[in-house]
């Protein structure tokens, strides 16, 4: 099965880095999948999006992105976020809070990130 080198980046530091079958992001111009093969490109992350990477034993990697760059090359896929958490490190307890206040105080940017950790971790939004 071909695969993919994919790095999640974010302005802090290297989140994961690895082979994977596929990868689908949301970007300001639709939800987008990307394949071995797929013909390069530069895309726009969307505000509060997530980015799943499937990986070749069927496991996936799922990480909710704020504001960055998905980058398709010969040689893989970069997602360059200014911030980056995997599903795993988010705290939905503090997510769910940070989404009332958000919605109370009418913080759109607020409420799509908490939105975003939510979607990442599996919990509705």
């Known amino acids: 099965m071909a695969e993919l080198h994919v790095e999640l980046v974010s302005v802090e530091r290297e989140v994961w880095s690895g082979e994977a079958t596929q990868v689908t992001a949301r970007t300001t111009e639709g939800e987008i999948g990307v394949l071995p093969g797929h013909a390069p490109l530069l895309g726009q ?64 940017a607020a409420q799509r990130r908490a939105e975003s950790r939510l979607r990442a971790a599996g919990q509705p939004a």
């Open 45 to 108: 992350l969307a505000d509060g999006g997530t980015v799943r990477i499937l990986q070749s034993g069927g496991s996936d990697v799922v990480a909710a992105v704020h504001g960055g760059f998905l980058s398709v090359t010969d040689e893989g896929v970069t997602v360059l976020a200014e911030v980056a958490e995997l599903r795993e490190d988010i705290d939905t307890a503090r997510a769910r809070a940070a989404l009332e206040r958000a919605r109370s105080e009418q913080d759109v």
